[in-house]
């Protein structure tokens, strides 16, 4: 029961910024001109993809503070967490679409050509569809080892985020360091655990 609860109030906390800037669209459309700034669609734009790339670190973190904590049962939240990163992913593309591109294939075609952070980001969330879709239990039974192979590309989606967000960057690349060291932090961890692992195992033999 205790678990059912955590993870219904791990749902609301994951809905918050999506309900924040619902909230913000609502003044703005009410007549409130500082609710979303001089350029509302690009801050709606701005803050989804803000949120998809946190949460999207959020979702490689589980693994990391599960083993720190020593908590191995942390991991049944990691696949909710995930599928929100996609989500605001997926929601952060759809507005940029919809809204700066005018919702026109054309328009989007022009700005691959000219803007390289689209296809950056374009590319996470391509790597990230894949990784959604196969989620449950039964794609990993069905996949077996070939399911963790798959889910290692999350860390390439991390990587083409975090350089979407420094070719996006027009004044300061602060964002971009922050979230490309927490990347590197993470990625490290996982590697030290995986040696940790091959160690003990030949150590037992």
């Given at each position: ?26 003044r703005a459309l009410a007549g409130d001109l500082e609710a979303l700034g001089a350029d ?19 979702t490689l973190s589980v693994s990391s503070i599960a083993r720190l904590v020593k908590r ?134």
């Open positions: 029961m205790r678990i059912v609860w955590s993870k219904v109030l791990l749902f609301a906390a994951c809905l918050i910024p999506v309900a924040m800037l619902a909230w913000d669209v609502w509302p669609g690009e801050a709606i734009v701005h803050r989804l993809g803000e949120w998809g790339i946190r949460l999207l670190l959020a191995p049962g942390l991991i049944r939240y990691r696949r909710m967490v995930g599928l929100f990163a996609f989500a605001y992913v997926a929601m952060h593309f759809a507005a940029y679409f919809g809204i700066l591109a005018g919702a026109e294939l054309a328009a989007l075609l022009a700005d691959l050509g000219k803007r390289p952070y689209i296809i950056a980001g374009g590319g996470a969330l391509l790597i990230l569809l894949p990784l959604a879709l196969t989620s449950t239990r039964a794609a990993q039974r069905r996949l077996k080892k070939n399911w963790r192979r798959l889910h290692r590309l999350v860390y390439l989606a991390a990587a083409l985020a975090v350089l979407h967000i420094a070719w996006l960057a027009k004044v300061s690349y602060v964002d971009a360091y922050i979230y490309g060291a927490f990347t590197l932090l993470l990625l490290g961890e996982r590697v030290y655990h995986w040696m940790r692992s091959k160690q003990r195992a030949r150590q037992a033999t």
